[in-house]
């Protein structure tokens, strides 16, 4: 409507001297930035951890991704969780120069989506279809239990969700979270359906880990 609309109004079009017919837009393909430790011990190699603005950037491109999943159902209706999963993969690749892997062994199972440098685990996310609050804390026991070393920690879990009362399901994993026994605090909320917990791991409770609970509707129907 708005092209017909200019087109109406008969302005002509001048082209520029010099101008040229196309353009480039830069691509700037990011590395994920590791902060290591000053240590005074030389024969001590300190854990790297990811810096908390690509933390962010992750989750960030997660949920617009998810985001664009949520408006579009008919597009991914007949997909599945390794399916989205791997849309996920292609879209964090794009942006962190392929340090995103899938389906990676770590621990004593394998995680759907993990972030390494130099070997050592800077984010771990898992992607589930959400199937009530029972099933809410066996995803989040299975991270923990399975999947997350003494190393971890910076984790997710994704849900998406086919309920048609979505509200229904956020005031269930805001309930159900808290009653985790690896839970120890809430620390916030990024939008409406992305919270932000502090864990801890089952075999030491001192060892805290950053636990990003993130859930999209995804209606099939």
Not at 26 to 44: C, E, H, Q, S, Y
Not at 50 to 58: A, L, N, R, T
Not at 80 to 86: L, S, V, Y
Request: proline share 5%; net charge negative; hydrophobic share 40%.
């Amino acid at each position: 409507a708005d092209t017909q609309l200019v087109e109406s109004l008969g302005i002509p079009l001048k082209e520029v001297d010099g101008g040229s017919p196309t353009f480039t837009i830069p691509l700037v393909r990011k590395k994920i930035a590791v902060v290591k430790p000053t240590v005074a011990n030389k024969d001590f190699r300190p854990e790297p951890i990811m810096i908390p603005d690509d933390y962010e950037g992750v989750l960030s491109l997660v949920k617009h991704l998810s985001l664009v999943i949520e408006r579009n159902p008919h597009t991914f209706v007949s997909m599945k969780e390794p399916d989205i999963r791997n849309i996920i993969l292609v879209l964090l690749n794009a942006v962190y120069e392929g340090t995103a892997t899938g389906e990676t062994f770590n621990g004593s199972g394998k995680t759907d989506i993990l972030f390494r440098h130099e070997g050592q685990n800077l984010f771990i996310a898992e992607c589930k279809f959400w199937h009530g609050a029972i099933e809410f804390h066996k995803a989040i026991s299975q991270l923990f239990d399975r999947y997350l070393t003494w190393s971890d920690s910076k984790v997710s879990l994704i849900f998406f969700v086919q309920n048609q009362n979505f509200s229904n399901t956020i005031d269930t994993i805001l309930d159900e979270a808290a009653k985790h026994p690896y839970f120890k605090k809430f620390t916030g909320k990024r939008g409406d359906s992305s919270f932000s917990y502090v864990f801890h791991l089952p075999q030491d409770k001192e060892k805290d880990v950053q636990l990003e609970i993130m859930a999209f509707h995804y209606d099939k129907k």
